[in-house]
């Protein structure tokens, strides 16, 4: 049986979350559903891509991931269901899937046109469930939606390059639950810019000369535990997802704090990347 995935701002307070497992139980009993997260902030489109875009891949192929973050329909925000790296995502056509689809191209994309067989003001609950559980059963796209090419893209979602590329101007797309602060700058994009070329870091008035292959890297092991006073040290490191990720060492939003309160960084502040104009020695490359 196939795995139904839900990504969601729905919260835990209400009752939309169990109302839409409850609806997937009636029509599939033995269904596998799985949380990704109902935590997203209301309508952010931009965070939910960047959760499901970090989620898919760490599930079997043929999994279906239902997404409900600015679902309601009209006639700017169309319903589509995707096939997309053996993997079906069903969504609104807000953006919300720019993301994966920059990177890999789907292999089919419908726009959902069932709406008039079903009444609702609760389409995750109504329409994507009903779609989920058709492919599910091993239904096909072509049955629920018209072929489309195109998905709405989100704007300014690419970082900026100069014209002579000695500079990125990327934003802050997404703050985690440590308060670590996430950019849309990807290190194989980073990599193709810099071409060995030393670089500073700038977020606000904080700069950073060196990316980390991982947050422990900033601890000097070497100097006993109780004289380091390592928590609370910024850091820059490449996430398990690649993107560029500006951080406090062990951050605590509710003691250490985190980068974006630390730092006083928010989503979508600016942060840039300049290079100089010559390379860096061969020995410094090790710093990322």
């Known amino acids: 049986m196939a795995i139904i995935t839900l990504t969601t701002d729905f919260g835990e307070k209400d009752h939309f979350v169990g109302a839409t497992k409850g609806a997937i139980y009636c029509e599939l009993p033995d269904i596998r559903i799985v949380d990704i997260s109902h935590s997203v902030s209301p309508f952010n489109i931009l965070e939910a891509g ?21 679902s309601e329909i009209n006639k700017e925000n169309k319903h589509i269901a995707i096939k997309l790296d053996d993997h079906y995502f069903i969504c609104a056509n807000n953006g919300i899937l720019s993301m994966i689809c920059a990177e890999i191209v789907p292999e089919k994309i419908v726009e959902i046109n069932i709406h008039d067989k079903i009444h609702t003001s609760f389409p995750v609950l109504d329409i994507f469930v009903k779609v989920a559980c058709h492919i599910a059963r091993g239904g096909t796209l072509d049955v629920v939606g018209k072929t489309i090419t195109e998905i709405k893209p989100i704007k300014n979602i690419k970082p900026f390059v100069n014209d002579d590329k000695t500079q990125i101007v990327g934003s802050a797309i997404y703050i985690d639950n440590y308060g670590n602060v996430i950019t849309n700058i990807k290190k194989s994009f980073f990599e193709t810019i810099q071409k060995g070329r030393a670089f500073e870091i700038s977020a606000r008035s904080h700069k950073f000369k060196k990316i980390y292959h991982k947050y422990s890297d900033i601890v000097n092991f070497d100097i006993p535990e109780e004289k380091r006073h390592d928590e609370g040290k910024g850091l820059v490191v490449f996430n398990s997802g690649g993107f560029l990720e500006i951080a406090i060492y062990k951050s605590n939003t509710t003691t250490t704090g985190g980068a974006s309160t630390l730092m006083g960084l928010d989503l979508m502040d600016s942060v840039s990347v300049n290079f100089s104009t010559e390379s860096i020695l061969p020995k410094e490359l090790d710093d990322f």
């Open 50 to 70: 960047y959760i499901i875009q970090n989620a898919y891949r760490s599930f079997p192929k043929g999994t279906i991931h239902l997404i409900g973050i600015d």
